[in-house]
């Protein structure tokens, strides 16, 4: 288990992160635009968004998988921005990925033992054959993989089975940090519950921090302790799972948590909110509240400057034109 004190110390830092994808020859897409975050050891945070608002390319920058044009990334203190891929190396089996789609990101032609065991002969963690057999199998026996599927292959397994394959893989560095870019999304809902509640199992026994990817926001509550909302590269809403859920502030947040299916419509008690208007563009988006042309709010108070974030009560931070403009000066 992770105790408070280590809760409080932030293992992973986001000051500014930016990812901006050239689009032409003169314009950028802002896939992530002047992100900021501390993610406390052995804490998950949630991120969440609509499909095209950069959470995974949020993700695969933490990862330096797609270079960040600005910002830094303070692992542990260090900022890994500027690092090449050989100071990268030793970095990288502290901070591991679960895909998304547990269909295509293994090699069909390697079993589940080679899968999981290709990561300690990359980074020669065992110079003994049997030490390693050992690691494996201990991983496989925590992520509920029996033994006897060593020798088969991602084609003969389930959805299930699969994505269990990719967080014994994960774990196999024994890392620290964890981007889980939407790994239960394409798993059936019984399987989904298994491999959450696998994933929050190993967070307390090895003290794992989470960066949960979802658009999902029934199963980001289920497992995040702090959630951020993203639309169009800007975060626009953060705070702890259970405020978010209770208050959220920001049009856009409330938009999402309206859209969760209710089983039975009569128990419904959340108003449902439309949300009109037009998208805005990522290309070299104008400053102002990217939200400004689909929001319920007068576009006046969103021109001429992005919204900074903006604390509403304890820990809670929303960049609203609207709010900000309600705030004491």
């Given at each position: 288990?992770?105790?408070?004190?280590?809760?409080?110390?932030?293992?992973?830092?986001?000051?500014?992160?930016?990812?901006?994808?050239?689009?032409?020859?003169?314009?950028?897409?802002?896939?992530?635009?002047?992100?900021?975050?501390?993610?406390?050891?052995?804490?998950?945070?949630?991120?969440?968004?609509?499909?095209?608002?950069?959470k995974t390319t949020l993700g695969r920058a933490i990862l330096k998988l797609v270079e960040p044009t600005a910002g830094q990334i303070l692992f542990e203190g260090v900022d890994i921005v500027p690092l090449n891929q050989n100071q990268m190396r030793p970095i990288r089996q502290s901070m591991q990925?679960?895909?998304?789609?547990?269909?295509?990101?293994?090699?069909?032609?390697?079993?589940?033992?080679?899968?999981?065991?290709?990561?300690?002969?990359?980074?020669?963690?065992?110079?003994?054959?049997?030490?390693?057999?050992?690691?494996?199998?201990?991983?496989?026996?925590?992520?509920?993989?029996?033994?006897?599927?060593?020798?088969?292959?991602?084609?003969?397994?389930?959805?299930?089975?699969?994505?269990?394959?990719g967080v014994a893989r994960a774990l196999a560095l024994k890392p620290k940090v964890i981007i889980c870019d939407e790994p239960v999304s394409a798993l059936d809902v019984s399987i989904q519950a298994q491999i959450l509640n696998l994933l929050m199992d190993l967070q307390d026994e090895m003290g794992?921090?989470?960066?949960?990817?979802?658009?999902?926001?029934?199963?980001?509550?289920?497992?995040?302790?702090?959630?951020?909302?993203?639309?169009?590269?800007?975060?626009?809403?953060?705070?702890?799972?259970?405020?978010?859920?209770?208050?959220?502030?920001?049009?856009?947040?409330?938009?999402?948590?309206?859209?969760?299916?209710?089983?039975?419509?009569?128990?419904?008690?959340?108003?449902?909110?439309?949300?009109?208007?037009?998208?805005?563009?990522?290309?070299?988006?104008?400053?102002?509240?990217?939200?400004?042309?689909?929001?319920?709010?007068?576009?006046?108070?969103?021109?001429?400057?992005?919204?900074?974030?903006?604390?509403?009560?304890?820990?809670?931070?929303?960049?609203?034109?609207?709010?900000?403009?309600?705030?004491?000066?």
């Open positions: 288990m992770v105790s408070r004190t280590d809760q409080d110390i932030p293992i992973l830092e986001l000051k500014h992160l930016k990812k901006y994808f050239r689009v032409g020859k003169t314009h950028n897409l802002h896939a992530v635009d002047d992100i900021n975050a501390r993610i406390a050891t052995g804490t998950t945070l949630g991120v969440v968004g609509e499909s095209g608002c950069g990925i679960i895909f998304q789609d547990p269909y295509s990101s293994l090699n069909p032609r390697k079993s589940v033992f080679e899968t999981i065991a290709t990561p300690l002969i990359v980074n020669k963690v065992f110079k003994d054959k049997k030490e390693m057999e050992k690691r494996v199998r201990s991983i496989m026996d925590t992520c509920g993989l029996t033994r006897r599927l060593e020798n088969s292959y991602p084609h003969e397994l389930d959805g299930g089975r699969r994505q269990r394959i794992l921090t989470y960066i949960f990817i979802t658009h999902d926001l029934s199963v980001v509550k289920h497992i995040s302790h702090d959630i951020m909302v993203m639309y169009l590269g800007k975060c626009i809403e953060k705070a702890p799972s259970k405020e978010m859920f209770k208050n959220p502030v920001h049009p856009y947040t409330k938009a999402l948590l309206a859209a969760i299916p209710v089983p039975d419509i009569s128990s419904r008690t959340t108003k449902m909110e439309i949300v009109r208007g037009e998208l805005t563009s990522p290309v070299d988006p104008e400053p102002g509240c990217r939200f400004a042309q689909d929001a319920f709010t007068s576009s006046r108070l969103a021109q001429g400057r992005d919204m900074e974030l903006n604390e509403v009560s304890p820990n809670h931070f929303v960049a609203c034109p609207v709010m900000e403009n309600m705030l004491p000066k």
